[in-house]
């Protein structure tokens, strides 16, 4: 029998380099960017890999369209404020959105400021135009259906159109909370990131309020959660704190842009939110009625603020405006602004952050804020 050769120095010291890469490799992808299902610490899992970019929309009005990247998952959601937003929200998107497919598109309900993007215009072209989506989820119920209003039927005339060309999957929320036609109430997006809809009794009961019948849906990241409630209103907030099992967040969507009938005590008492991020225009009269001229209910709101200040001073605002006084009531000059601009808050392994296109000041410390705003105790003190 011949014996064995005896490896060389050379030759061990060579395999010891080659299995300690393939060790650090492994480390690599277990806690690493794209990430498995190892445990950072006890029965805590951080997969990495999600950033959520609330995007400024390049003009002075209130509207939401957020980006969030998971994965290889492209998600957009909402497309607002105008029609005139298309490019900007196009041009930001190709930054990240390579293969011009978006995974998923979450449309939350029927108002301008959340569809103009995807309804387009004779004179800008429609997200849908734009990328080939996979999977559409929007509303169950709306108050549009007999108002004929031109956004709104374009809407479903451009969502449909991607269904029949791109062979998109069309579902409601109703449809993913009951998990029939092919929905699901979960949908995996990476290693340990999950998006998960919400049950909002709007989903199947009529409001007056159009805003109520928002998506709601959570994306969770091993024990970090993430919380989007579109516009969703008072009542529609404290339903969902009845029929959800909800809990701590990192991150809270403003709901309704900051407004002073949204993000009430019922929800921000169980969800108690670290980073809350407001799409809106601050200091913007479009919303008030002649009735709510007094500034402190433009956009943040200050009982919006004065509610979550005892949770979080980490709030963060797109853009902001100028206002005048015309003799008879405020009107927006039109001057528009950065505040933070595009807000990008990204979870990795070693925690989560948030970097604005413009500055990184949170609200209370801002110059808008000083001038507009009454600043709560719980902030002073911070």
């Not at 039927?153 to 062979?167: A, F, I, N, P, T």
Request: charged share 25%.
């Amino acid at each position: 029998m011949a014996k064995a050769k005896k490896l060389s120095g050379g030759v061990i010291f060579f395999l010891v380099i080659v299995f300690s890469v393939i060790g650090f490799a492994a480390g690599f992808w277990g806690y690493g960017f794209y990430g498995s299902q190892t445990p950072l610490k006890g029965d805590v899992y951080y997969s990495g890999g999600l950033s959520i970019h609330f995007l400024e929309l390049g003009n002075g009005k209130s509207g939401d369209c957020i980006y969030i990247k998971a994965g290889e998952n492209d998600i957009l959601v909402d497309g607002g404020s105008r029609t005139g937003s298309v490019e900007t929200i196009k041009k930001y998107v190709d930054n990240y959105c390579f293969d011009g497919v978006l995974e998923y598109i979450i449309v939350t309900h029927a108002d301008r400021d959340h569809i103009a993007c995807f309804a387009g215009d004779n004179t800008n072209k429609s997200i849908f135009d734009y990328y080939k989506c996979d999977t559409i989820i929007d509303f169950n119920l709306t108050n549009k259906d007999n108002t004929g209003t031109s956004t709104y039927s374009r809407y479903l005339q451009k969502r449909d159109e991607e269904v029949k060309k791109d062979g998109a999957k069309h579902y409601t929320a109703l449809d993913c909370w009951k998990e029939r036609n092919g929905a699901k109430r979960v949908y995996e997006l990476a290693g340990n990131i999950t998006l998960e809809i919400l049950y909002n009794y709007y989903y199947e009961n009529k409001s007056s309020d159009e805003n109520n019948y928002s998506v709601c849906f959570m994306l969770k990241q091993g024990d970090r959660n993430f919380l989007f409630t579109g516009d969703l209103e008072k009542d529609g907030e404290d339903r969902l704190v009845d029929n959800n099992e909800l809990s701590q967040v990192e991150l809270f969507k403003a709901g309704h842009h900051g407004s002073k009938t949204s993000s009430n005590e019922k929800l921000l008492k169980v969800i108690k939110p670290k980073i809350v991020c407001v799409c809106c225009c601050a200091g913007s009269v479009e919303y008030l009625t002649n009735k709510e001229q007094n500034l402190s209910n433009s956009f943040p709101t200050q009982d919006f603020i004065n509610r979550i200040a005892p949770y979080t001073d980490k709030v963060y605002v797109t853009t902001m405006i100028d206002v005048v006084f015309n003799g008879e009531k405020y009107v927006d000059s039109g001057d528009y602004k950065l505040m933070n601009g595009n807000i990008v808050v990204t979870a990795k392994r070693t925690g989560v952050t948030v970097e604005c296109s413009n500055n990184n000041t949170v609200l209370k410390d801002t110059e808008w804020f000083k001038a507009n705003r009454v600043c709560p105790d719980a902030w002073k003190a911070a």
